[in-house]
T-cell receptor
């Protein structure tokens, strides 16, 4: 157990729907990062939050949004889902948001049918 | 932005042999280079990392080397074992006040043949 908790582990939904993925960082970690990993793809950075505020944005679609709450958990909202959004979504955390090693959660596997 | 290239995409070695995976990066300001191991369907796990003020770092059978001039870094696994079979990702990052994004390579699928 890495200490980073992601729920749900699996999600199957239809095109056009909206889903919310949840992440609780390791105790004491203030920064949360979201990554998308499609089949045969590397890890694509989506967005970073630090202590409740958006810190960095990557290749995140306008249909996607995220936030970090006062208790430091984060949610990634995916809307108007398309087949191509099917992927593993990982959350990672580190204590200060500085550039050193993340701890990844176990991921949420999203399947859009 | 940063561009990280990783080679080879697949690698098969006999148990006990060494494996080497190479990455290049484009941003000369990148100063932190982690390596992650990902087993099928599982989360990426940090196995070793190196900062730009160091040329080499070792941890038992795993070592990473960094050549800042050439902008490349490599992962070396010696005395490979079947449990080393996994996908390995390199990454590069630079410290920014506006947030710290890791740029990942596309991964190397390592198979260790018993």
């Amino acid at each position: 157990d890495s200490g980073v908790t992601q729920t749900p582990k699996h999600l199957i939904t239809a095109t056009g729907q909206r889903v919310t993925l949840r992440c609780s960082p390791r105790s004491g970690d203030l920064s949360v990062y979201w990554y998308q990993q499609s089949l045969d793809q590397g890890l694509q950075f989506l967005i970073q939050y630090y202590n409740g505020e958006e810190r960095a944005k990557g290749n995140i679609l306008e249909r996607f949004s995220a936030q970090q709450f006062p208790d430091l958990h984060s949610e990634l909202n995916l809307s108007s889902l398309e087949l191509g959004d099917s992927a593993l979504y990982f959350c990672a955390s580190n204590p200060t948001g500085e550039n050193y090693g993340y701890t990844f959660g176990s991921g949420t596997r999203l399947t859009v049918v | 932005g940063e561009n990280v290239e990783q080679h080879p995409s697949t690698l098969s070695v006999q148990e006990g042999d060494s494996a080497v995976i190479k990455c290049t990066y484009s941003d000369s300001a990148s100063n932190y280079f982690p390596w992650y191991k990902q087993e099928l369907g599982k989360r990426p796990q940090l196995i070793i990392d190196i900062r730009s003020n160091v040329g080499e770092k070792k941890d038992q059978r795993i070592a990473v080397t960094l050549n800042k001039t050439a902008k490349h870094f490599s992962l070396h696994i010696t005395e490979t074992q079947p449990e080393d079979s996994a996908v390995y990702f390199c990454a590069a990052s630079r410290r920014r006040d506006t947030g710290n994004q890791f740029y990942f390579g596309t991964g190397t699928s390592l198979t260790v043949i018993p």
